[in-house]
């Protein structure tokens, strides 16, 4: 009864809209948005378990894997409660332009028929969906960050940084970079600066980041780079060998962070549309072009092209396109998945030999390095003169003027502000953590292996 | 009674085992293990870290043989597991006392 009472007022909403209210634009929700959404989010959960679990495991020595494994299996559970207690609320309802309220915690309100805006207008989806999806992200984004230290810190301050990171840092950049009314209230002029008012800090300075360039990638690449910094170099470090145990096992997480990725760039659209096609086209063709410019440039380079510098090249390309993926053409994005593949390939190699960190995973090399790439060469290859799709005007309802240059400031501002806040928060969290309960293990547990010290097993029984 | 002892490349062995069965030997021990020689190692180069690999893998064959078998073992084992490169392997002979059949508590020539 309930359901044909909703159907009946549908329809004469629906008959209504025809005549009397042609332009006014109806919230609805369409089916086969909300599955591809729930097939995304479940994707996006696919490239961090398993998927970055086995890529960094695979890069550590036999005696640390569980622990590796471990770390990202408990951030990944710990992240997705504080999402639904707090994470939600803070970075998706309206408050300041640096953090949102309080009105969502526990979920407060949200029911099946609840809906969040997409990008088009009149479209909505499920917010549980949404809730959902984005939990991901916020989920994936710290695990990021462990393979920056991977090796030598104590499973406790990892989750105590992780939670203050997560709370500091993730929630006001998603914020800052994300939230904002939907394009319904863009009604007009006035409207629309009236409904922009509203948004984000970073959202207002224009900055285009389409699945987490900023808010995912510099983010926990800055926080490593910082946690490397400050945890130390690992015992042996340029003296003992460190190499991987199993580039296999590595290759495999590459390959289903590859495959997740299009649930994490084609996702982020929240329709499966026509621009779904074009984000899908772009990731794929990205990661594509970095995997052989990595390789290539490590083939001329150090003579002989290895599987890890392939998956690391992959990497790099989906890291950059990331960002970019709503707005490039399909050759744009191979020019920046070139460009990237090759610029992390010499940050790996080259910088941080040169600077003498040990970023033992490249959390930093690869995330930080390709996203600042990707989210600065969002400005060019979003430009429709070289192929892009250029930026939407919700008040036109058409595509605006594009100025290079002034999205690249726009764009040079994200990068900015992610950078120092994620650094700063980062800094202030691992001293803490330092002078509270101590981030390393002691010497005899590092060459025992975290394995045993810290979780009492061994992962190879052969 | 002799005991030989092979350090070969592992994808030797199987042409090694061929030649020692044909000439009549009816058992030997194989143990992977690793090691340096003339050959030296390599190295391994993980995203722009390089690392020396000191120790080669290789197969230890190890077979006790009579007298009259010596030299014939030791030329067909050395036969089959020479490709001409370096890293080949080498063979070391040593003076065995006793062998002993467990099952059967046979001695010397009769327990091989």
């Not at chain 1, 074009?278 to 290895?306: C, D, H, M, Q, Y």
């Not at chain 1, 290859?381 to 002034?406: C, F, I, K, Q, R």
């Not at chain 2, 690793?34 to 190890?62: C, I, M, N, S, W």
């Amino acid at each position: 009864m309930k359901y044909l009472l909703k159907g009946f007022i549908l329809f004469i909403s629906l008959s209504f809209s025809g005549f009397t209210f042609a332009e006014a634009v109806i919230p609805s929700v369409n089916k086969g948005d909300t599955a591809w959404m729930i097939v995304a989010t479940v994707l996006v959960i696919l490239m961090v378990v398993p998927g970055l679990a086995l890529f960094y495991g695979g890069m550590v020595r036999a005696k640390n894997m569980l622990s590796v494994l471990m770390q990202v299996f408990v951030i990944f559970s710990m992240m997705a409660i504080l999402w639904s207690i707090y994470g939600y609320s803070v970075a998706f309802t309206e408050g300041s332009p640096f953090i949102g309220g309080f009105s969502k915690l526990f979920l407060f309100g949200i029911t099946p028929d609840s809906m969040a805006a997409t990008f088009s207008k009149g479209v909505y989806i499920p917010e549980y969906i949404y809730v959902a999806f984005q939990l991901t992200f916020a989920a994936i984004t710290p695990a990021l960050i462990i393979g920056a230290f991977a090796e030598r810190v104590k499973f406790s301050a990892i989750l105590i940084f992780m939670f203050i990171w997560f709370t500091f840092a993730y929630l006001p950049m998603a914020h800052m970079v994300w939230y904002w009314t939907g394009p319904d209230a863009y009604t007009d002029a006035a409207a629309g600066s009236a409904a922009g008012a509203t948004a984000g800090f970073l959202f207002q300075k224009g900055v285009l980041d389409f699945a987490g360039g900023t808010v995912v990638h510099i983010n926990a690449g800055i926080a490593g780079l910082i946690g490397c910094l400050i945890v130390g170099k690992r015992i042996g470090y340029k003296k003992e060998a460190l190499a991987p145990h199993s580039v296999t096992m590595t290759m495999i997480g590459a390959s289903l962070l590859w495959v997740g990725w299009f649930g994490f760039n084609v996702g982020s659209n929240l329709e499966a549309n026509g621009l779904s096609g074009l984000v899908f086209i772009n990731t794929l063709l990205a990661s594509a072009a970095a995997t052989l410019a990595w390789s290539g440039a490590e083939w001329i380079i150090r003579g002989k092209p290895s599987m890890l510098g392939g998956a690391s090249g992959a990497i790099a390309g989906l890291v950059a396109i990331t960002p970019a993926c709503g707005w490039a053409g399909p050759m744009g994005s191979i020019v920046l998945g070139l460009v990237a593949g090759i610029a992390c390939f010499v940050a790996v190699t080259s910088l941080k030999s040169l600077l003498g960190y040990d970023d033992s995973l490249d959390a930093f090399g690869v995330h930080g390095v390709g996203g600042i790439i990707g989210a600065l060469g969002t400005a060019v290859v979003a430009s429709p003169a070289l192929g892009g799709t250029g930026v939407w005007d919700y008040v036109t309802n058409s595509v605006g003027e594009y100025s290079m240059s002034t999205q690249f400031i726009s764009q040079a501002w994200g990068v900015g502000v992610c950078i120092i806040w994620s650094g700063v928060v980062s800094y202030i969290a691992f001293k803490l953590i330092d002078i509270v309960i101590g981030l390393r293990v002691s010497e005899e547990s590092e060459r025992e292996g975290l394995d045993i010290s810290e979780h009492g097993e061994t992962a190879y029984h052969m | 009674m002799k005991l030989i002892t092979a350090i070969v490349k592992p994808f030797k062995l199987d042409d090694v085992r061929e030649a020692l069965t044909d000439i009549g030997v009816s058992g030997v021990t194989v143990t992977e293990v690793k090691g340096f020689g003339r050959q030296k190692g390599h190295t391994e180069l993980y995203r722009g870290a390089e690392y020396v690999v000191d120790f080669l893998p290789k197969a230890k064959v190890e077979l006790a043989v009579a007298d009259q078998l010596v030299s014939q073992a030791i030329e067909v084992i050395t036969k089959a597991a020479n490709s001409g490169k370096i890293g080949d392997g080498k063979i070391f002979v040593t003076n065995l006392e006793q062998i002993v059949r467990i099952r059967t508590g046979e001695t010397g020539d009769d327990a091989l």
